[in-house]
């Protein structure tokens, strides 16, 4: 299967979401070349970009997994197909 070069942007509303986040990114590691972590306590929620590198059903999955836990949403953005 192909890989895409994709960012995951994941908007936490719910800090005690963070370990079940951590475990489910560990579960893609190997996909993820980076990753950015902002806190924006003004607006109490946490900013976190992940960069991959990744077939898209597994990028799917792993954007699925987090949008189902408690005030998790997460979207990818996927680079152009050459």
């Known amino acids: 299967m192909e890989s895409r070069v994709a960012v995951l ?3 936490v509303e719910n ?4 370990e079940k986040i951590n475990g489910i990114l560990h579960e893609f590691n190997s996909f993820i ?7 924006y306590r ?5 900013i976190i970009s992940i960069m991959l590198d990744a077939p ?13 836990l408690e005030g998790v949403t997460a979207k990818a953005v ?3 197909m050459k």
């Open 9 to 11: 942007a994941i908007l």
């Open 15 to 18: 800090r005690e979401s963070a």
């Open 33 to 39: 070349i980076g990753r950015m972590g902002l806190p």
């Open 42 to 46: 003004e607006r109490n929620v946490n």
């Open 56 to 68: 898209s059903d597994k990028i799917n999955t792993l954007a699925g997994k987090l949008g189902r």
């Open 78 to 80: 996927y680079a152009g």
